[in-house]
Structures are given as C-alpha cells and as structure tokens.
C-alpha cells in the first residue's frame, strides 16, 4: 500500500517562503517518479511540479517558474516542494503524487492528503 503524507503548509505573508515536504512509503520510492499539484477553492487541481526519479530531470508550470524548486532525496523516501515569492494566488491545497514509471509524465496513480497553503495579501 503506497502512502504519501504531506507536511509543511500553512499561513505566510505575501512575499515569504514555506517548504512542503512528502513522506512516501510503501514501495521502493527512488524507482519512480513524483509530482506536486495544487487546488484552489473552486477551481481544479492543477499541475505545480514533478522530478524524475534521480532528480535529474524537473519539470514546473509557467506560474511557479523561477520561485518554486522541487528537489528530493531517495534515501530518506522524501519529495519536497522550496516556494518562494509566495502571492496570494499561490493559495491552495497542495498534493504530493506519484506515477508507475521513473520518467516525468501525465499521470500519477497515487495521493497524498493535502495540505494547506495560505498566502495573505
């Protein structure tokens, strides 16, 4: 049974910083690869960042570019999310997922629960 458990949201001021971090267990997590996704009320879930399974390839959406890094680290089975620049539009649940294959792809097979992202103006 994969788990994927996030950590790491919370309330930030415009402009500040907060790094969410994903515990995966359940399989051999350094074979595939992981994604972040966010949801905002309302709206739906949409594609934020994924790293392939070395970390040697990454992939982000135009409107995180440049203020958000993914990074991982195979040994301790963790995926994390650096967000900087936060804005208020960066508010959100955010999930952490994972696919079947090593490469970066469009479709992930397992979630995470969520964790809030909060940005205030």
């Known amino acids: 049974q994969v788990q994927l458990v996030e950590s790491g949201g919370g309330l930030v001021q415009a402009g500040g910083s907060l790094r969410l971090s994903c515990a995966a267990s359940g399989r051999t997590f350094r074979n595939y690869a992981m994604g972040w996704f966010r949801q905002a009320p309302g709206k739906e879930r949409k594609f934020v960042a994924a790293?392939?399974?070395?970390?040697?390839?990454?992939s982000y959406a135009d409107s995180v570019m440049g203020r958000f890094t993914i990074f991982r680290d195979n040994a301790k089975n963790m995926v994390y999310l650096q967000m900087s620049s936060l804005k208020p539009e960066d508010t959100a649940v955010y999930y952490c997922?994972?696919?079947?294959?090593?490469?970066?792809?469009?479709?992930?097979?397992?979630w995470g629960q969520g964790t809030q992202v909060t940005v205030s103006s």
């Open positions: 790293i392939n399974w070395s970390g040697g390839t990454k």
């Open positions: 997922a994972t696919r079947k294959q090593s490469d970066i792809g469009d479709e992930y097979d397992y």
